[in-house]
């Protein structure tokens, strides 16, 4: 079992609707990140958590560090959101943070 | 603006000919990391420096390679490439941010190397 789980795998969404990708995990972490990465690109960091909820533009992220569970919500999805979203999580190692990452939500946003 | 620079964002290579993927950043970050990403795969660390101090992942190749100057340049050494070699190599960074002590990690935009 991963220690990072993201659901689902694949998401297509039409635009405008509200899309919401789960992240689940299951060890002690100092932060959990939300990822973005376009076909063929590189990353693009869009939050990091450690408790509550944050809000940037239409996305919106939240964490529940009892239930050891985020969510990233879309609002008013467009097509050029779409993207692979990925979750990770920090575990502090001395000196560094090692992000461990989910296997990635593939959102397509048609018209 | 402030950022994670790599070049060259694509690079071609021969079997088993060396090669150097190149890092800077203009964010004065202490830490600096190295991804391998192949296709439809999570990225996987290579290594990572604090400072100068290099730390190795267990399962990183003795193929691969590192050197960090100074604070702004990190460079990956791949001595010897495999065709298993072929990804995509990010390069982060990062700073320390609140008490909890958690680092957010700013990417660059990547490598992708070939291997021929």
């Known amino acids: 079992k991963n220690e990072v789980e993201q659901s689902p795998q694949n998401l297509t969404a039409q635009e405008g609707e509200f899309i919401t990708i789960n992240c689940s995990y299951s060890?002690?972490?100092?932060?959990l990140h939300w990822l973005q990465q376009h076909p063929g690109g590189g990353i693009v960091s869009l939050f990091m958590l450690s408790s509550g909820k944050k809000k940037h533009g239409r996305l919106i992220a939240t964490i529940n560090i009892q239930e050891k569970h985020s969510s990233l919500h879309i609002t008013a999805s467009h097509p050029r959101d779409s993207a692979v979203y990925i979750c990770?999580?920090?575990?502090?190692?001395?000196?560094?943070?090692?992000?461990?990452f989910g296997t990635g939500t593939r959102l397509q946003v048609t018209l | 603006d402030a950022m994670v620079i790599q070049n060259p964002r694509y690079q071609v290579t021969q079997f088993g000919k060396p090669v150097t993927l190149s890092c800077s950043q203009t964010?004065?970050?202490?830490?600096m990391y190295w991804y391998q990403q192949k296709s439809s795969q999570a990225p996987k660390l290579l290594f990572h420096y604090y400072d100068k101090d290099f730390n190795n992942e267990a399962d990183t190749p003795d193929n691969f390679q590192s050197r960090r100057p100074n604070t702004s340049f990190c460079f990956l050494d791949i001595r010897s490439p495999g065709l298993g070699d072929a990804a995509m190599y990010l390069c982060?960074?990062?700073?320390?941010?609140?008490?909890?002590?958690?680092?957010?990690?700013?990417f660059g935009p990547g490598t992708r190397l070939t291997v021929t």
């Open positions: 982060a960074t990062s700073r320390l941010v609140g008490a909890s002590g958690a680092y957010e990690q700013y």
């Open positions: 060890v002690g972490i100092s932060a």
């Open positions: 990770a999580v920090s575990i502090l190692t001395g000196t560094a943070s090692k992000l461990t």
């Open positions: 964010l004065n970050h202490n830490v």
